[in-house]
C-alpha cells in the first residue's frame, strides 16, 4: 500500500510483497499487486535510503542520475510521469540495463490549458493588477496596465504536437489567428511557417518542443528580437529553449510586451531570478501538467507499464 513522503519510516519487505516502486513525489497512491512508496522530491535522504529496495521509479522531475541509479541495483524501471526525460541521464539507464519509458499527450489538455490560462494573465496584466489590488490600489489603473485580448491577434505555435494541436483548437475557438512550426516542414498547411517567419508575425509566441541539443536556447537574443514590439513569450515545454538573459533583456527594454512562464533554466527557480522581480512576466513552477485528470491518467499508463514488465511483456513507450 501507499506510504505517505511525511513518514520518515518505510516497512522492511516480506515474501507477498508486490513490485516495489518508488513515487518520486509527495502523493500516496495505491495500486492492486505494487508496493508503492512515496518520497518527496525535496527529501533526497529519504529517496536515498529507499533506493536499494527500488525496482521501479516513477519520475517527476528532480533529476535522476547515475549515482542514484547505482544506489538502485534493483532497478529494472524508470517511468517518466509524463514526457520529457531530459532530468534523466539516459546513457546511465541503457548502460546498467534499465529501461525508461515515458507516457505523451497524457498530460496535454492540462498544458494546453495552462499555456492560454499564462497567455491571458501576461495580457492583462495580472501579477501588477493581483498586487495593486492586494495593496488597496485597484482604482485608478495606470494606462500602462492596459491590457489586450487574444482575439484579432496572432499566436504562433513552436511545435506541432499533441499539445500545440489541443491549443490551436482552443485559441480558434476565441478568435485568435494561429499560426504553427515544427521540425517537419508541412507547407501543405497555410497555418505552418518557417520559424524566423513564424517569429516575425506573432503577437504571441508559445513554446511545446522538447529540450535537446537542436532546440537550447531556440529563442536567443537575435530569434527574440524577430518578435515584432509587444509581444508576448510563453513557455510550458523546458525552460532552456529560451535563453533567459535574453528575455530579461527584451522585458525590462519594454520591448516585449511580457511573458508567461511554467518552466526555467535551472529549477526550482530561485528567488534571485531576474525574471521574478519583473511585474510584467506571469510564473508557476513548472505545474503545467499538475491536474486531479493528469494524476489518473499518469497512474494507469504507470501501473500498466508495471504489470507489463512483470509479465516479461514489451513496455508503453519506451524511450531505452
Request: charged share 25%.
Amino acid at each position: 500500500m501507499g506510504r505517505s513522503g511525511a513518514d520518515p519510516g518505510f516497512h522492511e519487505r516480506t515474501e507477498g510483497d508486490g513490485m516495489r516502486v518508488l513515487l518520486h513525489y509527495d502523493m500516496d497512491h495505491e495500486e492492486p499487486g505494487l508496493d508503492i512508496v512515496s518520497c518527496s522530491e525535496q527529501d533526497d535522504a529519504r529517496f536515498a535510503e529507499l533506493l536499494p529496495d527500488t525496482e521501479v521509479i516513477w519520475h517527476v522531475l528532480r533529476p535522476l542520475t547515475a549515482a542514484d541509479m547505482d544506489r538502485a541495483p534493483k532497478l529494472k524501471l524508470i517511468q517518466k510521469l509524463g514526457t520529457g526525460v531530459n532530468t534523466i541521464d539516459l546513457d546511465a539507464a541503457k548502460e546498467r540495463g534499465i529501461a525508461v519509458a515515458n507516457m505523451p499527450g497524457q498530460n496535454a489538455q492540462a498544458v494546453a490549458e495552462t499555456s492560454l490560462l499564462l497567455m491571458l494573465a501576461a495580457l492583462r496584466r495580472v501579477v501588477a493588477f493581483d498586487a495593486r489590488t492586494r495593496r488597496g490600489e485597484g482604482w485608478p489603473a495606470d494606462r500602462s496596465l492596459v491590457g489586450g485580448e487574444i482575439a484579432g491577434r496572432t499566436v504562433g505555435l513552436l511545435g506541432g504536437g499533441e499539445i500545440a494541436t489541443l491549443l490551436r483548437g482552443m485559441l480558434e475557438a476565441i478568435g485568435a489567428n494561429v499560426l504553427y512550426t515544427s521540425r517537419r516542414p508541412r507547407r501543405d498547411d497555410p497555418a505552418w511557417r518557417e520559424l524566423d517567419d513564424l517569429l516575425r508575425a506573432s503577437d504571441i509566441v508559445s513554446v511545446h518542443v522538447p529540450l535537446t541539443g537542436e532546440t537550447r536556447h531556440l529563442l536567443d537574443a537575435g530569434r527574440l528580437a524577430l518578435l515584432p514590439d509587444g509581444a508576448i513569450v510563453v513557455n510550458t515545454a523546458r525552460g532552456a529553449v529560451i535563453d533567459e538573459a535574453a528575455l530579461v533583456a527584451e522585458l525590462r527594454s519594454g520591448r516585449l510586451g511580457g511573458a508567461g512562464l511554467d518552466v526555467f533554466e535551472r529549477e526550482p527557480a530561485d528567488a534571485s531570478n531576474p525574471l521574478l522581480a519583473l511585474d510584467n512576466v506571469v510564473v508557476m513552477p513548472h505545474v503545467a501538467w499538475l491536474t486531479r485528470e493528469t494524476w489518473d491518467r499518469y497512474f494507469a499508463v504507470a501501473a500498466e507499464n508495471c504489470r507489463r514488465l512483470a509479465r516479461g511483456d514489451g513496455l508503453l513507450h519506451r524511450v531505452v
